[in-house]
């Protein structure tokens, strides 16, 4: 059985035990995919439907900073995740996208404790969960990034700086992530537990964005 404790492993142990990034993509594959299944990324979008993911986006990313910014909230949160948010947030500005609402947790995950980002955030190891699912997400940005600007261009003229990160580096900066997640030495299970909330709750805000339900726009 896997440590969880987050203390260091010698011998045998130390030398199977995987690397955390590759444990969360491994224990968060059902999560992850529940995702991208609601986004159904090879479906054409309408207008509406990219101004749902954007602002999806923009409730996820001033909920995340908001509660970045409690004094309960730990140094991983301060570090990893409110730089992230303030990029987002600026990115979705250029947009036109105004920050949402905070938004409540998602629906009870399965095998989750009935927490809040909020509780999460104080918690290393769980910040560290929250942050891979969030920091991830710039990838992904990168796939939904051309059906979106298809969506876009016709009416704005331009297509969207959040999902093109703007001459950010999305790739590079998820090597360098994953770097300090691994070297972390954060409880595992607390991180999975973290990442499969931070899913859930991403999916549940962007399913009910405004304008419309994602995947139910005006065709």
Not at 25 to 44: F, N, Y
Not at 85 to 93: T, V
Not at 131 to 140: I, N
Not at 186 to 196: E, F, K, N, P, Y
């Amino acid at each position: 059985m896997l440590a969880t404790t987050g203390t260091s492993l010698s011998g045998a142990a130390a030398a199977t035990r995987p690397s955390l990034s590759s444990w969360l993509r491994t224990q968060t594959r059902v999560e992850h995919r529940a995702v991208e299944r609601h986004l159904d990324l090879d479906r054409a979008l309408t207008a509406t439907d990219a101004m749902d993911v954007l602002t999806g986006w923009a409730s996820v990313w001033h909920q995340v900073r908001t509660e970045v910014a409690d004094p309960g909230a730990s140094t991983i949160a301060a570090t990893e995740l409110a730089p992230m948010a303030d990029q987002a947030l600026a990115w979705l500005a250029a947009d036109g996208i105004a920050p949402g609402e905070p938004t409540p947790g998602a629906p009870e995950a399965p095998g989750s404790r009935e927490q809040g980002l909020r509780d999460l955030l104080v918690d290393p190891a769980s910040a560290w969960g929250v942050a891979y699912v969030l920091r991830g997400s710039r990838l992904g940005g990168a796939v939904l990034a051309p059906r979106v600007d298809a969506a876009l261009v016709p009416l704005t003229g331009a297509g969207s700086a959040f999902l093109g990160t703007a001459g950010a580096d999305p790739g590079r900066e998820w090597v360098a992530f994953r770097r300090r997640l691994d070297a972390s030495g954060a409880r595992l299970s607390d991180a999975v537990t973290a990442a499969r909330w931070t899913f859930h709750w991403v999916g549940s805000v962007l399913a009910d964005a405004p304008a419309d339900r994602l995947g139910r726009g005006t065709r």
